[in-house]
């Protein structure tokens, strides 16, 4: 029974991630497009954690933080994009 | 029943119950007008939905091996603060580069401080 929540919590994510695919590629703008990669992140996090109760091990726990910090930071570098133009900015020498 | 199977019973509800807030956010992402309002369905509902899978799966460890993971409080705490800052940057940053509201959407009051320049020339 256990198995089976756990079988049935994995597939609602995956509907999850198929949605928001299907965001990416008819979102009209790019902001949308952007938060539905920042939803798959989030998505892709719980789904981690739901692999390691299902398979019953504590070696895939560290992959939770790695992806929360890289989604977060593309995220913010993706907003940075959109509202400068520009993603790393260099200071001249005067 | 003893505490071991009540707690797996409890881990693995509460992730239950977090994909199926996941999948309520995939709907208002996909059923939403613009870029806004779905804002509002993939911050809130989705940052909820992780923090029930994180805490499920941290109380299944707990009952089950005796392990409180640190690692997963981490996580919990990087996400509940990390994913709202990510949701504001992301509007702020569509709204200046002039990405357009919904037609059904009624009034737009920083319109007149931010982009007065555009509507009177």
């Given at each position: 029974?256990i198995?089976?929540m ?5 597939v ?19 902001p949308d497009?952007v938060?539905?990669l920042?939803?798959?992140g989030v998505?892709?996090i ?6 390691s109760?299902?398979m ?5 726990l ?7 910090i890289l ?6 570098a993706y907003s ?9 900015e260099r200071?001249?020498d005067? | 029943m003893?505490v071991?199977a009540?707690?797996?019973f ?5 992730i239950?119950?977090?994909s199926i807030?996941?999948?309520?956010s995939a709907?208002?992402l996909?059923r939403?007008p ?5 804002s509002?369905?993939a911050?809130k ?9 994180l805490?499920g799966?941290f109380?299944y460890?707990?009952?089950t091996?005796?392990?409180i993971?640190?690692r997963?409080?981490?996580g ?6 990390t994913?709202?800052?990510a949701g504001h940057?992301?509007?702020?940053s569509?709204?200046r580069s002039?990405v ?6 009624g ?5 007149d ?9």
């Open positions: 029974m198995n089976t756990l079988t049935i919590s994995l609602l994510l995956s509907i999850t991630i198929v949605i928001s695919v299907l965001r990416i590629i008819l979102g009209p703008s790019l497009r938060l539905a920042d939803v798959i998505n892709l719980a789904s981690i954690a739901v692999i109760v299902l019953n091990t504590k070696a895939f560290e992959v939770i933080l790695i992806l929360g989604s977060f930071i593309g995220t913010i940075k994009y959109i509202l400068r133009g520009i993603v790393v200071k001249r005067r | 003893n071991n009540i707690g797996e409890v881990g693995a509800f509460l239950l119950i977090g807030m996941s999948v309520v709907f208002g996909i939403l613009d870029v806004y309002t779905r509002h369905a911050t509902s989705s940052t909820l939905a992780v923090l029930l899978t805490l799966a109380v460890f707990w009952t091996a005796h392990f993971s640190v997963l409080l981490l919990i705490v990087f996400v509940f603060l994913a709202p800052v940057l992301l509007v702020r569509a709204y002039k357009k509201l919904a037609d059904i959407s009034t737009d009051d920083l319109q401080v931010l982009h007065q320049e555009e509507k009177n020339s």
